[in-house]
């Protein structure tokens, strides 16, 4: 791996927690895609480096999964912090793991519950991307289809049904799971998630929570490219911003 | 003193894990179990004696940590 792209414009930290495992491939992801100066910040900090970007939850299983997913890890020193820099319209990207740690934290509403079959799923799959107007996403198409990898076993999305509908009213939901052909039916939705919701923003759009692991399809030699485009727009709203 | 803090799913929540225990308990040919929800029990030693300040900050303790509202209930027994 080259290190030519350490001096990129936008600061980004990665929280690492007890038990987080995706953090190399989420700071590799931010770093050579989104041209991005990564940092790795310890959940006891009380602070994150001064002006940081993108505050980035990575996978794993922070604390055993112990309590809840992300229960314990959402209410570490850092979290303070990560919030108030959501709250000043700084990014967030949480994912899987990360996902679960910001629902915990309140900072994306609902819960990831056990997958309806009470099985950890690790595999390919089909996500629509549901608008193409956010930091996230401004490189991908409204509607197009993307495969990525989903390893989970708590990914099943539920909030009140008075959420859902604000989430969905408001186009809070990012992706969606899918079939190869944006199909919805006969098992394109692997944990029973409501709306077979993947992924959310907050009110603002400068937070998303997903289940699925874009950072891990930036390379064909892994498979796929189709992740690069989340972190291809982070890099294109650096520049605009 | 002693207290107990019984945390379950609300109700109309999947509970995948109770339906598979369900099914593993009339397996075991153990009838006239109607239906089964599974939740977890957290045994608690207090400083205090006091059952108001108990009741206040295991109430706070749930709130913050032991339970996500958002899908779940809980019950404070102080014994």
């Given at each position: 791996?080259?290190?030519?792209n350490?001096?990129?414009?936008?600061?980004?930290?990665?929280?690492?927690?007890?038990?987080?495992?995706?953090?190399?491939?989420?700071?590799?992801?931010?770093?050579?895609i989104?041209?991005a100066?990564?940092?790795v910040?310890?959940?006891?900090e009380?602070?994150?480096?001064?002006?940081t970007?993108?505050?980035?939850?990575?996978?794993?299983?922070?604390?055993?999964?112990?309590?809840?997913?992300?229960?314990?890890?959402?209410?570490?020193?850092?979290?303070?912090?990560?919030?108030?820099?959501?709250?000043?319209?700084?990014?967030?990207?949480?994912?899987?793991?990360?996902?679960?740690?910001l629902?915990?934290?309140?900072?994306?509403?609902?819960?990831?519950?056990?997958?309806?079959?009470?099985?950890?799923?690790?595999?390919?799959?089909?996500?629509?991307?549901?608008?193409?107007?956010?930091?996230?996403?401004?490189?991908?198409?409204?509607?197009?289809i993307?495969?990525v990898?989903?390893?989970?076993?708590?990914?099943?999305?539920?909030?009140?049904?008075?959420?859902?509908?604000?989430?969905?009213?408001?186009?809070?939901?990012?992706?969606?799971y899918?079939?190869a052909?944006?199909?919805?039916?006969?098992?394109?939705?692997?944990?029973?998630?409501?709306?077979?919701i993947?992924?959310?923003?907050?009110e603002?759009?400068?937070?998303?929570?997903?289940?699925?692991?874009?950072?891990?399809?930036?390379?064909?030699?892994?498979?796929?490219?189709?992740?690069?485009?989340?972190?291809?727009?982070?890099?294109?709203?650096?520049?605009?911003? | 003193?002693?207290?107990?803090?019984?945390?379950?799913?609300?109700d109309?929540?999947?509970?995948?894990?109770?339906n598979?225990?369900?099914?593993?308990?009339?397996?075991?040919g153990?009838?006239?179990?109607?239906?089964?929800?599974?939740?977890?029990?957290?045994?608690?030693?207090?400083?205090?004696?006091?059952?108001?300040?108990?009741?206040?900050?295991l109430?706070?303790?749930?709130?913050?940590?032991?339970?996500?509202?958002?899908?779940?209930?809980?019950?404070?027994?102080?014994?």
């Amino acid at each position: 791996m080259s290190e030519e792209n350490i001096t990129g414009t936008m600061k980004a930290a990665i929280i690492l927690f007890p038990g987080s495992n995706r953090e190399r491939d989420a700071l590799r992801a931010v770093e050579k895609i989104a041209k991005a100066k990564p940092c790795v910040v310890w959940h006891g900090e009380h602070t994150l480096p001064a002006g940081t970007d993108l505050a980035v939850l990575p996978g794993g299983f922070s604390y055993g999964d112990y309590l809840r997913c992300g229960a314990i890890a959402a209410r570490a020193p850092i979290m303070d912090a990560v919030r108030a820099h959501a709250g000043r319209g700084g990014l967030v990207l949480g994912i899987c793991n990360g996902f679960q740690i910001l629902v915990e934290a309140g900072l994306l509403p609902g819960v990831l519950m056990r997958n309806a079959n009470l099985r950890f799923i690790c595999r390919m799959q089909h996500l629509t991307v549901e608008r193409a107007d956010t930091p996230f996403t401004a490189r991908y198409a409204k509607g197009q289809i993307i495969k990525v990898a989903i390893a989970h076993g708590e990914g099943n999305y539920v909030a009140d049904g008075e959420t859902i509908a604000r989430i969905e009213g408001d186009g809070r939901v990012a992706f969606r799971y899918c079939d190869a052909r944006a199909g919805r039916e006969g098992g394109a939705n692997p944990n029973a998630s409501v709306n077979d919701i993947a992924g959310i923003y907050s009110e603002r759009f400068n937070v998303l929570g997903l289940m699925p692991h874009p950072e891990n399809l930036i390379d064909p030699l892994v498979g796929g490219t189709d992740g690069r485009g989340l972190f291809e727009s982070l890099a294109g709203f650096t520049k605009a911003a | 003193m002693k207290a107990r803090v019984v945390v379950t799913l609300k109700d109309g929540i999947l509970d995948p894990q109770g339906n598979a225990i369900e099914g593993a308990l009339k397996s075991l040919g153990i009838a006239g179990i109607d239906s089964l929800r599974q939740g977890k029990i957290f045994e608690i030693e207090l400083a205090t004696n006091d059952p108001i300040t108990a009741e206040g900050l295991l109430r706070d303790a749930c709130e913050k940590l032991l339970a996500n509202q958002v899908v779940e209930d809980f019950q404070v027994e102080l014994r």
